[in-house]
């Protein structure tokens, strides 16, 4: 890399930080529909730094819901062409109370940057555009041509990504998709995540009597819908933390051999894991680590529960119906339109006599897993351990991002995970920061990254 980058990047911190600022005071709340209008003006904003920085041509393309910001910069129809995906909408805010500055004005303490979207993931794509500046204010340069895809509706599900990216596969047809929207597994420790959890969410509903009952008076003498449902889920588990749904494990790979030896070189540790936690004691699946089961194993856990009587005192009801949403995080090759008929399947026949159950599924998602034996990953792990001095570390997710399946399959090209997120970062919940220092190592990783796709993909 030119000297001149460098100190281009050196010299040009407090702006970036400043620009960064400016994008984050949009509120650009996507799940709200009040917001309409700066989710919007969010998609003008991004439009016009991706102008600002001297790519040529960019778009906003309206869709059904929230517009998706398209541009791209072809250098050399030859040279690699890297497709960059983030989004530019964000979580709610709530609860606003909780939040120690208020979420849309992002506010410096101690090197962190709050603000709702500074790290997911409006702060990582402004990283993007920056390093796409340094390369093309200086002699630098852009060795690689560059796509991108910002789009507004990913914390809702993307419901017009799929249709957008079919119609327009040849346009943004390209060798490697980058996607800035994961983590690091600690500060300074540089992360390439190469698994992602696929999701099965569902809902079940227990109806017992008419209406509330009396407890005295019909207690022992009809069902209760909130002890059936106690039941039922009761039994989705074995005393061994496996889940019992027939058929749940068959499509679940093995952990390999490299797996293992590349989770035992990782620098984690229970002792804070369970920290970060605030949790008594760490439990998961018998006969597995910690690691192995957040990246390698699927599960189940309830994540609520209604039913009858919760408020102040004593009331002896017998509630009518009970409800619980319950999510199943999947690995490959676990399939999720089976998995749901799997749980609705033992739900029923879990349920008791004397209630009616119905299993009603939410969105769900595919797992996935990369192949790091691509040179993309090689490219990106020199880049990293160029801007952070040290190897990066290769990490499967526990978490779930069902639209990176879709970019692997609709342009069969590898998707690189390259996040820049702490842990503790509170995404989706109050007090969201973005680490200053890991953010300009990051515009440095990513600046430097171009040059070795062009060696390595060229
Ligand atoms: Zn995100």
Redesign the pocket.
Known sequence: METNLSSYLSANRDRFEREMVDLLRIPSISTESQYAESVAECADKIAADLRAVGIDEVEVVATAGNPIVVAQRIVDPAAPTLLIY??YDVQPVDPVELWDSPPFEPTERNGRLYARGAI??KG?VHMHIKALEARLATDAGLPVNVKLVIEGE??VGSPNLALFLAANAERLACDAVVVS?TGMLGKGVPTIATGLRGLAYMEVHVQGPAGDLHSGTFGGGVVNPANALASIIAGLKDQDNRVTIPGFYDRVRDISDADRKNMKQLPYSDEAFMAETGAPELDGEKGYTTLERIGFRPTLDVNGMLSGFTGEGAKTVLPARAMAKISMRLVPDQDPGEIEQLFTDHVMRLAPTGVTVEVRPHHGGWPWAADPSHPVFDAASAALNTAFGREPVYMREGGS?PIIPLFEQTFEAPVLLLGFGLPGSN?HAPNEWIDLETYHLGIETIARFYDAVAERMG
């Open positions: 983030g989004h997911d993931d990582q990913e914390e929207d991002i995404l």
